[in-house]
């Protein structure tokens, strides 16, 4: 249980409060194991639809608290949370498939979904491809890179390779954002 319980609670973290995504541990653990990882992002959507329904709650009965806690994690700010908000209130709870690919964070799209005009069955709904096609697209293509292009490699030399390419892409993300 200790890696499904480990899944399920980065989900929730990352769509709340967290700002590294489930994904790494996807990644790490489709190293070795494929189906073990992609069981996985089912306990880590489920993490993230209780955090976004959280979220979303927090956002409908306290919008200004709300937003005041994101902008106190890293790589939210202001302008990005009012391009949220304009989106939501534009696309509804549609916004929120455009945000995993865009790099903006699901706990934003959460707290302007519940702010807005969105039905919370509405939200969760639309979560679920949002938040489900992302962790399945990364727990496939690192199995894909690193049991296909890298396979000769040492376990060992996978592993750093992989923390190396999160830590880049995390350097990078936080120099843009």
């Known amino acids: 249980?200790?890696?499904?319980?480990?899944?399920?609670i980065w989900?929730?973290?990352?769509?709340?409060?967290?700002?590294?995504?489930?994904?790494?541990l996807l990644t790490f653990v489709s190293l070795k194991h494929r189906r073990q990882a992609t069981r996985l992002c089912f306990w880590a959507l489920g993490g993230a639809l209780a955090?976004?329904?959280?979220?979303?709650?927090?956002?409908?009965?306290?919008?200004?608290?709300?937003?005041?806690?994101?902008?106190?994690?890293?790589a939210i700010n202001r302008p990005l949370i009012q391009e949220v908000g304009h989106q939501v209130e534009t696309r509804g709870?549609?916004?929120?498939?455009?945000?995993?690919?865009?790099?903006?964070?699901?706990?934003?799209y959460a707290v302007q979904?519940?702010?807005?005009d969105v039905s919370l069955p509405m939200f969760v709904l639309i979560?679920?491809?949002?938040?489900?096609?992302?962790?399945?697209?990364a727990t496939w293509a690192g199995s894909a890179i690193f049991n296909g292009i890298f396979r000769t490699m040492e376990p060992s030399k996978k592993i750093l390779l992989l923390f190396c390419a999160w830590i880049a892409f995390y350097s990078w993300f936080f120099s843009v954002m």
């Open 11 to 24: 989900g929730l973290a990352e769509a709340t409060f967290f700002f590294i995504v489930p994904d790494v």
């Open 113 to 116: 979904a519940g702010a807005g």
């Open 51 to 74: 955090g976004g329904v959280i979220m979303f709650a927090w956002g409908a009965m306290h919008k200004d608290s709300a937003v005041h806690f994101l902008e106190q994690v890293p």
């Open 93 to 108: 709870a549609m916004a929120t498939l455009a945000g995993p690919l865009a790099g903006k964070p699901y706990k934003v």
């Open 127 to 137: 979560s679920i491809p949002a938040r489900l096609l992302r962790f399945l697209l």
């Open 1 to 8: 249980m200790g890696l499904k319980l480990t899944a399920l």
